[in-house]
């Protein structure tokens, strides 16, 4: 994996102050962790929304704060919807001799037979897994293959997911990740019901550590 360096610096800038330093191209940002003080940082905003564009949760970045360095997971990304652009961002520093836990996300990929010739829809019930690992062996993402889904009521669960070397899964190896069911039911009342729609388990997000940005809104 290529190591992704973003290139930091100190700031004492705070509360409402921080938006004259988003004018000046600037992007706040905190480093926080297990066993390190919070740090607040800037970066430069342009070069961090490019690669940013390339990220993903779980995708592990080294942040040189004037000199040294810290390997990191991104926590938080707070975005200005309408103008797209990235206003603050929470580190989580990890050391990387120490497992951790974090959601890594799962791609798919392929062509489902029971989609092409059976006009199944494919039910996703998982969006991202839940793995341990140390930081270097983190994937930053998960492919799920879906072409072994050739019939209606096929599925794949977590246990069927080829992991890299190293990485454990914490997740229920019986939990269904992805099914193939029909388009839709007639109820009895005349009504439709799609099987297997039901509403998927709440994903837990991990929420970084607030810092003083939140003056801001005062």
């Known amino acids: 994996m290529e190591k992704i360096v973003l290139k ?22 905190v480093i926080y962790g297990r066993h390190v003080e919070p740090i607040s940082i800037s970066l430069d905003a342009h070069s961090t929304g490019l690669v940013f564009a390339k ?25 200005n919807y309408i103008k797209g652009v990235l206003t603050h961002i929470d580190f989580l520093a990890v050391d990387l001799t120490e497992k951790i836990r974090t959601k890594v996300q799962l791609v798919f990929v392929g062509v489902s037979s029971a989609v092409k010739d059976f006009s199944a ?25 879906i072409s072994s889904i050739k019939e209606i009521g096929n599925s794949i669960r977590v246990r069927d997911i080829p992991l890299p070397e190293n990485v454990l899964v914490t997740a229920d190896e019986d939990e269904i990740v992805i099914i193939a069911t029909l388009p839709r039911e007639e109820t009895p009342e005349g009504g439709v019901v799609v099987p297997g729609a039901e509403a998927a388990p709440g994903l837990s997000v991990e929420r970084g550590k607030k810092d003083e940005e939140t003056a801001e809104k005062k």
């Open 121 to 145: 829809v494919l039910v996703h019930r998982i969006e991202g897994l839940e793995v341990e690992c140390l930081p270097t062996d983190l994937p930053e993402r998960i492919t799920v293959d």
């Open 8 to 29: 930091a610096a100190k700031r004492n800038v705070i509360g409402k102050q921080v938006k004259a330093l988003r004018r000046a191209g600037q992007l706040p940002a």
């Open 55 to 79: 990220l993903t949760s779980s995708t592990l970045v080294t942040i040189d704060v004037e000199g040294t360095e810290y390997a990191a997971l991104v926590r938080e990304k707070q975005r």
